[in-house]
């Protein structure tokens, strides 16, 4: 029964050639489309879920006007770490994070121009648990 039902299918294709080519090439863009959007969803929900009590992490961003620009960035008030954590009091700790795109770096008498430096707060790994390559990860960020 199912060689009669392939049969008649394949004559009912070859018959209808455009049909076909239409029907076949909005299935194969839809499914090309599905499988497209599940792997970026699934990429978006894969970032940072090796960090200890991923669950209760958070970000705050901040919606801006300014210069003419807006939008929505991570960005925030330096104070708002503290007062966040000093006043809410769901928020067991909070910690800043700034990019800086370049910056001078002095050691000792010498001085060296950096790109992409992350400024963090001291407290850093005590909510996040990226691996270190080396040092104690309770005192890493205590110094300048």
């Known amino acids: 029964m199912f060689s009669n039902y392939l049969k008649v299918a394949v004559r009912n294709l070859l018959k209808h050639k455009l049909y076909t080519l239409i029907n076949v090439g909005g299935l194969s863009v839809g499914l090309a489309c599905a499988i497209l959007i599940s792997l970026w969803v699934g990429d978006e ?3 940072d879920r ?5 669950e209760n992490l958070y970000r705050v961003n901040w919606d801006f006007k300014w210069a003419g ?4 960035g991570p960005g925030t008030p330096p104070p708002l770490a503290a007062t966040l954590a000093s006043n809410i009091p ?7 994070l700034r990019h800086m795109p370049s910056a001078t770096i ?4 010498r001085f060296f121009s950096e790109q992409g430096i992350l400024a963090a707060d001291s ?6 648990s990226f691996p270190l390559l080396d040092g104690d990860r309770r005192n890493v960020l205590t110094h300048p």
Do not use: I, M, W, Y
Not at 90 to 96: G, N, Q
Not at 106 to 109: A, E, K, L
């Open 50 to 54: 090796f960090h200890k009590n991923v």
């Open 106 to 109: 002095r050691c000792g008498d």
């Open 123 to 128: 407290n850093f790994f005590d909510l996040f």
């Open 69 to 72: 620009n807006e939008g929505v």
């Open 45 to 47: 929900l894969s970032f």
């Open 90 to 96: 769901d928020v067991a700790a909070a910690t800043r």
